[in-house]
């Protein structure tokens, strides 16, 4: 592998900004200091005036292979993955066929060894009738195991109370992640709004339907039996303020065994959106009430939620520029949710600093995974360097994701990310992704 020497990037790094060089060999950062020489074959870069960040963990996607590659595949998405700065990602098991069995996992990670230019975990997937090969996962191969506690695809509703306590009781020390949505409040919901519209129910009811009710009655059965069992409970896309009573901001993440994940749809956008927006910021759960939004914002401030993420779910256009009933949740956001965040910093809402440890030092601690999230001396070189002076302008042209439209179309954001590095090697600069590059399966210390 190739010699990369970085000169005079501003490193921001574990609460702290220092400018320096770092140097890059065989996939590795070898050293970190001012004045770094390298001796031979040595690509050299000038960084004077760029961030240098660790790469983004995203810990929540969903790149829709196999079975809906019509919206989306791991190549594809990986490639929008780090155009966005994001080096590695975990991916979510509601697929088709559902990611119910040990040979399916295992099938989703030879399709990401062959086709993925971003580092790559794959949740191993719960229902209500499969606990036994839930207990054969690697726990130090794979990210952790996904519980549906609300609405998903095929076999994955997991609402049999029996299920759960052998689920929460029995997968120790493996991580659980948890979409908490209560399923009979939904349904109630959905009935009324039904009897009020007919079949042409505005999508400005989607956070009606999907409320907070919904959200907490399933969160805090979630926190319930975390705490009774003693489980690594690591709780999705929080959208409401009640929730967030449910976490704890007075003990380290390193000594958490309950975290929570805000996503970049819930920081960025309010009801008030819907009107512009419609069913392209229709998520599951649902974006709520600028006050939830608010309130999601100081627990990220405050220690209360620990990572920011994406829920990256493709869908295409014909499919989201249906009703509201048929038009299916979730949006794409990996290209753009560093570039989103660092709006906030621009904008003063939260450090740079605050941003590097939710979008990656957090998910790496969050998960244990090895050697990767901080800019370390014998870590992994996943990187990326960020213009400040620079704009971005989200066209479709410029999207990478292979569904082709973005929420954020129009937006034109005040930072670009330059150059992006997985495992040493440069995936993406001047606007292109180097397809032949391949990421790495990531590991966790546990």
Not at 135 to 142: A, H, I, S, Y
Not at 316 to 323: I, R
Not at 367 to 378: A, L, S
Request: with cysteine; net charge negative; hydrophobic share 40%.
């Amino acid at each position: 592998m190739s010699t990369i020497l970085i000169k005079n990037a501003t490193l921001v790094n574990e609460g702290r900004q220092v400018i320096s060089d770092l140097l890059i060999k065989d996939g590795i950062i070898a050293k970190i200091g001012p004045y770094l020489q390298a001796e031979g074959q040595v690509q050299e870069i000038d960084a004077e005036g760029l961030y240098l960040l660790p790469g983004c963990i995203d810990d929540q996607v969903h790149f829709r292979e196999p079975g809906l590659t019509h919206k989306a595949n791991i190549h594809t998405e990986s490639c929008a993955a780090v155009a966005g700065g994001i080096t590695s990602f975990m991916e979510m098991p509601n697929t088709v066929p559902n990611t119910l069995t040990q040979a399916l996992l295992q099938d989703k990670y030879d399709i990401a060894a062959n086709s993925s230019v971003a580092n790559y975990s794959f949740f191993m997937g719960a229902s209500n009738d499969n606990i036994e090969e839930v207990l054969k996962t690697d726990r130090e191969q794979v990210c952790g195991i996904k519980v549906f506690m609300g609405s998903s695809t095929g076999n994955m509703l997991v609402d049999n109370e029996q299920t759960l306590e052998n689920l929460f009781s029995r997968v120790s020390p493996m991580l659980i992640a948890t979409h908490c949505e209560d399923e009979a409040t939904i349904r109630k919901n959905l009935e009324a709004a039904k009897a009020q519209y007919g079949e042409n129910i505005p999508v400005e009811m989607h956070p009606v339907i999907r409320n907070e009710e919904a959200c907490y009655l399933s969160s805090s059965m979630a926190v319930n039996l975390a705490k009774k069992h003693g489980t690594r409970l690591h709780i999705l896309h929080i959208s409401t303020a009640k929730e967030l009573e449910l976490f704890d901001n007075t003990i380290p993440l390193e000594s958490k065994l309950i975290t929570a994940e805000a996503c970049v749809h819930h920081l960025w956008f309010s009801d008030k959106d819907y009107a512009s927006k419609g069913n392209f910021i229709k998520w599951n759960p649902a974006v709520k009430s600028e006050q939830d939004r608010e309130a999601i914002w100081q627990a990220v401030l405050d220690k209360r939620i620990d990572v920011i993420a994406t829920d990256h779910a493709p869908h295409t256009l014909e499919e989201k520029s249906q009703g509201y009933l048929q038009a299916p949740s979730g949006g794409p956001l990996v290209q753009h949710a560093l570039l989103a965040m660092l709006e906030k910093v621009r904008q003063g809402v939260f450090s740079i600093e605050g941003l590097v440890e939710k979008m990656t030092h957090a998910p790496a601690v969050c998960f244990k995974v090895k050697q990767r999230g901080y800019i370390r001396e014998g870590y992994f070189a996943d990187l990326v360097l960020v213009d400040p002076n620079t704009k971005t302008e989200v066209t479709r042209s410029s999207i990478f994701s292979k569904c082709g439209w973005s929420p954020f179309e129009g937006t034109t954001f005040s930072h670009a990310v330059s150059k992006t590095f997985v495992n040493g090697a440069i995936v993406y600069e001047n606007n292109k992704v180097n397809t032949e590059c391949r990421g790495s399966r990531l590991s966790f210390n546990r």
